[in-house]
Each structure stands twice: as C-alpha cells, then as structure tokens.
Nanobody, 120 residues
Framework: VQLQASGGGLVQPGGRLRLSCAAS????????MGWYRQAPGNQRELVAT???????NYADSVKGRATISRDNAKKRVYLEMNGLKPEDTAVYFC???????????????WGQGTQVTVSS
C-alpha cells in the first residue's frame, strides 16, 4: 500500500490550497483518513481527520478554514484550506488506516509529505 500526496506549494497569505492524497496497492478497505503537518522544529500535529462514514474532526487552529473530504471509490482524501496564514507553513502528510487485501488487521500508512509555504 502506498499513499501519494500532491497539491502543495507557495501560497500568499490569505490564499487557498487543495491537497490530494491517493492510495494504491492491494487494499481491502480504508477506515479513517487524515492530514497532519509538521513545521520545522515542531512535532507532527493533526490537522483534520475523517471517518469512513464521513465524520470530520479539525484542529482548533484550522477550524472554519479547512474542509476535509474523501472519495472512497477513488481511495482519495482531500484537504481544502482558505485564509492561509504564515503559521500554516509546514510539510503536510496524509494518513490512512488501511486493511490490506491479504490482511485481517488495519494499520497506519503515511504519504511522503508535501510542502506548503505561506509567504508573500
């Protein structure tokens, strides 16, 4: 199972972005999906998660500015953010809790990370 994230880049303060993450490989099912971020010198922190039923949870720092969504058929998770601030600058990682096609257990998988820089 592999996760591939895309959509990062340089964004001006107040701007918006849309991150996408796709899962590939031999997958039986995907439970929760999420986005996390890590700024230089900081620990990785949760940005948003979404359950298999579509229930979303957001970090206080992004509430009202972020929307997480998923496409189960395409095995994708998305993160849209607006009103971007310099403090949103970080490497963003996608995460999925996946049951492989030949497994009976779910485990965490991570994407490679995509850099988001908010600067004028």
């Amino acid at each position: 199972v592999q996760l591939q994230a895309s959509g990062g880049g340089l964004v001006q303060p107040g701007g918006r972005l849309r991150l996408s993450c796709a899962a590939s490989g031999s997958i039986f099912s995907i439970n929760a999906m999420g986005w996390y971020r890590q700024a230089p010198g900081n620990q990785r922190e949760l940005v948003a998660t979404i359950t298999s039923g579509g229930g979303a949870n957001y970090a206080d720092s992004v509430k009202g500015r972020a929307t997480i969504s998923r496409d189960n058929a395409k095995k994708r998770v998305y993160l849209e953010m607006n009103g971007l601030k310099p403090e949103d600058t970080a490497v963003y990682f996608c995460n999925m809790v996946v049951r492989g096609a030949f497994s009976t257990d779910y485990r965490d998988y991570w994407g490679q990370g995509t850099q988001v820089t908010v600067s004028s």
